[in-house]
């Protein structure tokens, strides 16, 4: 599948104007998600929409609802954060959605995003995006089909902790199953040379592009 060059995600205008002041930005990766997602399907059986819930490092999440409790109650209601999770979803069209998904040779297309919000979990200081991209034209799955979640130029590290971290949603036929690829670890030598590029390079240099292009969390999905 093509992957398009990307220059690294700011989901906020807040984080685009104090990387620094953030632990997370200090070297790249700069943000860290805990990713789980759900494949859709629709009546025809064909894939229709993918169901995203991205939760942050919790670094990243205190920063970003700085000022956001407007009664002052300690807490972050769907309401309150509303005007954030807006933000956070139309940046991400800029770069894919961090969303790739291929049959054979031909890649899949997305419509903006809908069904958003955010949830803030004060136990764990950590927020989590949930939103729907749904195909612009669903696929039936003949063979198989590719679905990955990652960040090529590794600004932001994706991580899928478990098999079930990418399901199949109820609607998915009984003849279809899914197999999880976490990333490869990309080795203590290159993550140490990819620490020394600096919150203002988003881009990665081509050589360190070659690599993290490559270090994608994937899902198989196969329907007999």
């Not at 490092?57 to 769907?78: M, P, W």
């Not at 054979?104 to 903006?112: C, G, I």
């Not at 971290?165 to 993550?191: N, Q, Y």
Request: proline residues 4%.
């Amino acid at each position: 599948m093509t992957r398009p060059g990307l220059s690294g995600l700011v989901f906020s205008a807040l984080v685009l104007s104090a990387t620094g002041q953030m632990r997370s930005a200090e070297a790249h990766p700069h943000i860290w998600i805990d990713t789980r997602a759900e494949v859709e399907f629709d009546q025809q059986k064909r894939v229709s929409a993918i169901r995203h819930s991205w939760t942050f490092d919790d670094a990243f999440s205190v920063f970003v609802i700085q000022g956001l409790d407007e009664n002052q109650d300690g807490l972050y209601t769907r309401e309150e954060l509303e005007s954030l999770a807006k933000v956070n979803v139309e940046s991400l069209g800029e770069y894919e959605f961090f969303t790739f998904m291929g049959v054979e040779v031909a890649d899949v297309d997305f419509n903006e995003p809908t069904d958003y919000w955010l949830d803030y979990n004060a136990e764990l200081s950590r927020l989590t995006l949930n939103f729907t991209l749904s195909l612009k034209r669903p696929v039936a799955v003949t063979d198989q089909l590719i679905l990955e979640v990652f960040d090529p130029e590794s600004y932001v590290s994706f991580a899928v902790n478990a098999q079930d971290s990418i399901t199949l949603a109820s609607s998915a036929p009984e003849t279809c199953s899914i197999e999880v690829k976490p990333a490869e670890d990309m080795g203590e030598e290159f993550a140490a040379a990819l620490a020394e590029v600096p919150a203002s390079q988003r881009e990665v240099p081509p050589e360190f592009y070659a690599v993290t292009s490559q270090l994608s969390n994937s899902a198989i999905i196969r329907c007999s």
